[in-house]
């Protein structure tokens, strides 16, 4: 493991390895392209450089919505040695998505693919952003290209503000988590001595980099460490099973394990030099983690975190491994289970309640949302995750359920209000209801349970049609179904856990 200090951003780690060792192999793509940790840290600082040229400053935010490649990871890292927040996007989001997060994270540039720079360009100046500028997935672009002219960025800067990781908000409106370098340094070297990472360690990597488990949990524990990356551009379960006897370490959603026992070439034979498989951003079934362990000898260590946390929790490297649990807190972080009315903490084992997380982890607020960072927040600097859970005698977390309506679907959150506001927008559509749908491959299939207007007359597929051009695909119903009415309390609260349980087997 290398020396990485908690104080220290991964831009540091990065070049301490390649001043040290700059042939270490960092990263490989499923084509065949190796960087080392020199031409790495290189690349950082040309980029560095480009942004510099168009007038980046510490603290200057720098929107990503970008294909993975080693260019993006670059990008990354030299936001963090510039001092500038980077703010990554997912690339399924539409651009009536993304002219939101333009006006909210103000950035001075935005960097998208090249096929979407002409029109960002126009929404982009509504929005007073400076520059547009673009990377592919092949090494090219126009950022780069300025790199060709621009001198290379040596100097370190010290601003706290790391990233902005957007979250679906319970009001339609997604909120900024603003990360700072102490939470990324921090997490990740916890992570790396947790999980036993090593300078020796090669991660295959196949998940998306906009969200903390690809970025900030794998690449970051990457570099704390000085290991490499098997680098793919998406996950493929025919090139995973090829590359695992090349692999030591797999990070995953709950969907790729559930892909990979369909595969006929998963056995104990292919991951005989495996070490360790990791799942998270989504519940695992305890089904999936028995049936992976009866296949190939491997308990995955399952984990816990979200946006606004990086890792709280984690089963452990060495001990009992519980299908269904999150595992005990991780070291320095502080969990407790409370009353979700009262707040009041639950001392007792296995009692149900809210869970809260303090630590060095924990995100300092939402962008230009004090009234939701302080709502969100105790007074004794615990976080209110909103997810319900409970711990064991023996420490361990399990997750229950959430306060929030959140769906996850392929590792994905998605909320139900988002979705709803766009459905209700339709003509024809009186109102509707989104929830979600135990799915055999996605954990939960986002489903839309629509009232159409009197004596109108919806066709499912019209409604999919229209939402494509205003949501991203992973938040897209996988299944619309029509009602005369929707099932309410009392007080005429829409009652969710009653069309959770009609449509419970919709995907069976």
Request: aromatic fraction near 8%.
């Amino acid at each position: 493991m290398s020396n990485a200090a908690a104080t220290d951003a991964p831009s540091r780690w990065l070049e301490t390895v390649a001043a040290s060792d700059p042939e270490r192999l960092l990263l490989e793509t499923g084509e065949g392209r190796r960087l080392n940790y020199g031409q790495m840290a290189a690349l950082t600082r040309r980029l560095a450089g480009s942004l510099t040229a168009l007038e980046v400053k510490p603290g200057d935010r720098v929107v990503a919505q970008i294909e993975k490649s080693p260019e993006a990871i670059a990008l990354y890292l030299a936001c963090l040695h510039l001092g500038a927040t980077f703010v990554p996007l997912n690339t399924a989001y539409t651009f009536a998505e993304l002219e939101y997060f333009l006006g909210d994270a103000a950035p001075t540039v935005a960097v998208v693919r090249p096929a979407d720079r002409q029109p960002v360009q126009a929404m982009a100046a509504t929005c007073g952003v400076k520059h547009v500028e673009t990377l592919d997935d092949r090494g090219g672009g126009s950022l780069l290209d300025i790199a060709g002219t621009a001198p290379e960025s040596s100097a370190h800067a010290p601003a706290t503000l790391a990233a902005l990781l957007y979250t679906s908000g319970t009001t339609g409106r997604s909120k900024g988590a603003m990360l700072t370098r102490a939470n990324l340094s921090s997490n990740a070297l916890t992570l790396a001595h947790a999980w036993r990472f090593s300078s020796s360690d090669v991660l295959l990597h196949a998940l998306p980099i906009f969200h903390v488990h690809g970025l900030f949990v794998a690449i970051n524990t990457v570099l704390a460490s000085g290991s490499s990356m098997l680098f793919l551009s998406k996950f493929d379960a025919d090139q995973v099973v090829r590359l695992l006897p090349r692999a030591t370490v797999m990070m995953g959603v709950p969907t790729f394990y559930t892909r990979l026992l369909q595969h006929p070439g998963l056995h104990r034979d292919a991951v005989g030099n495996v070490r360790l498989f990791v799942s998270g951003s989504a519940p695992l079934l305890a089904e999936t983690h028995r049936e992976f362990q009866a296949r190939t000898g491997h308990a995955i260590l399952e984990r816990y975190g979200m946006s606004e946390t990086l890792m709280n929790t984690s089963n452990p490297y060495q001990g009992r491994r519980i299908p269904g649990s999150v595992g005990p807190a991780l070291p320095g972080v502080e969990v407790r289970i409370t009353d979700p009315d009262s707040g009041a903490p639950l001392a007792a084992a296995d009692a149900i309640g809210m869970i809260e997380v303090r630590g060095p982890n924990v995100f300092s607020g939402y962008w230009r949302m004090p009234e939701k960072t302080a709502a969100e927040f105790r007074k004794d600097g615990f976080f209110i995750t909103g997810d319900l859970g409970k711990r064991d005698a023996q420490g361990y977390v399990y997750i229950v359920g959430r306060g929030k309506d959140l769906i996850i679907t392929g590792g994905y959150n998605v909320y139900p209000i988002e979705v709803e506001l766009e459905i209700d927008a339709l003509p024809g559509v009186n109102e509707s209801a989104v929830i979600g749908v135990p799915h055999p491959d996605f954990g939960e299939g986002v489903t839309a349970v629509v009232v159409p207007n009197k004596n109108q007359t919806l066709q499912e597929t019209e409604i999919r049609n229209a939402l494509e051009q205003r949501l991203a695909k992973f938040k897209l119903p996988k299944r619309i179904v029509f009602v005369d009415e929707l099932p309410r309390n009392t007080m005429g609260k829409v009652q969710k856990s009653a069309l959770r349980e009609r449509y419970r087997d919709l995907y069976n």
